[in-house]
């Protein structure tokens, strides 16, 4: 894969939760980053990854492995978070190759994680609010999440919702969709 080809990295995070308000002294953490590789030019989904980040300042709840299935022994295993950027800028090209998510949650999650944790910032400018483009294309007047998207696309969700690799292989698909209705646009900025 070179620099020169048209891949789209789609990134979807995973973050600790809670039901009700946040524990006294913890903040949400990235514990799970997923990534698609999208070839624009092909139109396929080319290549999916997990990354499994361990939370520093706080832990995985109940309602947390609920949503996401993420056990704290599982992400306890995972990588350190600056390592984590480290891993998407080098394999990943991040900060070369635009990069969409649904909605602007993870970009956001990402500024303010490596802001708080003093991490380069691992992306580069030309990020997509994939949401966005979808409710424009297709004439929608509020923002569907991504399952509901999916219905209206008529795709099938596959694998777990609310689970980082599946959650960006679906939005990939989703990206696809766009594409094969003209309506998939790179848009810059933050």
Same mark, same amino acid.
């Given at each position: 894969?070179?620099?020169? %080809?048209?891949?789209?990295?789609?990134?979807?995070?995973?973050?600790?939760?809670?039901?009700?308000?946040?524990?006294?002294?913890?903040?949400?953490?990235?514990?799970?980053?997923?990534?698609?590789?999208?070839?624009?030019?092909?139109?396929?989904?080319?290549?999916?990854?997990?990354?499994?980040?361990?939370?520093?300042?706080?832990?995985?709840?109940?309602?947390?492995?609920?949503?996401?299935?993420?056990?704290?022994?599982?992400?306890?295993?995972?990588?350190?978070?600056?390592?984590?950027?480290?891993?998407?800028?080098?394999?990943?090209?991040?900060?070369?190759?635009?990069?969409? %998510?649904?909605?602007?949650?993870?970009?956001?999650?990402?500024?303010?994680?490596?802001?708080?944790?003093?991490?380069?910032?691992?992306?580069?400018?030309?990020?997509?609010?994939?949401?966005?483009?979808? %409710?424009?294309?297709?004439?929608?007047?509020?923002?569907?999440?991504?399952?509901?998207?999916?219905?209206?696309?008529?795709?099938?969700?596959?694998?777990?919702?609310?689970?980082?690799?599946?959650?960006?292989?679906?939005?990939?698909?989703?990206?696809?969709?766009?594409?094969?209705?003209?309506?998939?646009?790179?848009? %810059?900025?933050?």
């Amino acid at each position: 894969m070179n620099g020169d %080809s048209r891949l789209l990295n789609v990134v979807d995070v995973e973050a600790t939760c809670w039901e009700g308000k946040v524990p006294a002294g913890a903040v949400s953490e990235i514990i799970e980053i997923g990534l698609t590789v999208v070839d624009l030019d092909a139109a396929a989904r080319i290549a999916k990854h997990r990354i499994l980040v361990r939370p520093t300042r706080s832990t995985v709840s109940e309602f947390c492995t609920e949503l996401t299935g993420l056990t704290q022994a599982e992400v306890d295993t995972g990588m350190e978070f600056a390592d984590a950027c480290r891993l998407l800028a080098s394999e990943h090209q991040a900060g070369v190759r635009p990069w969409a %998510s649904w909605g602007d949650y993870d970009r956001k999650q990402f500024e303010r994680q490596c802001a708080a944790t003093e991490v380069e910032y691992p992306f580069g400018r030309r990020h997509t609010n994939a949401k966005q483009v979808f %409710s424009e294309a297709y004439g929608l007047n509020r923002r569907q999440g991504m399952a509901s998207a999916l219905h209206i696309a008529g795709l099938p969700l596959e694998g777990r919702h609310h689970r980082g690799e599946d959650d960006a292989w679906n939005i990939a698909a989703l990206v696809l969709d766009l594409i094969g209705r003209d309506g998939w646009r790179t848009t %810059s900025g933050g």
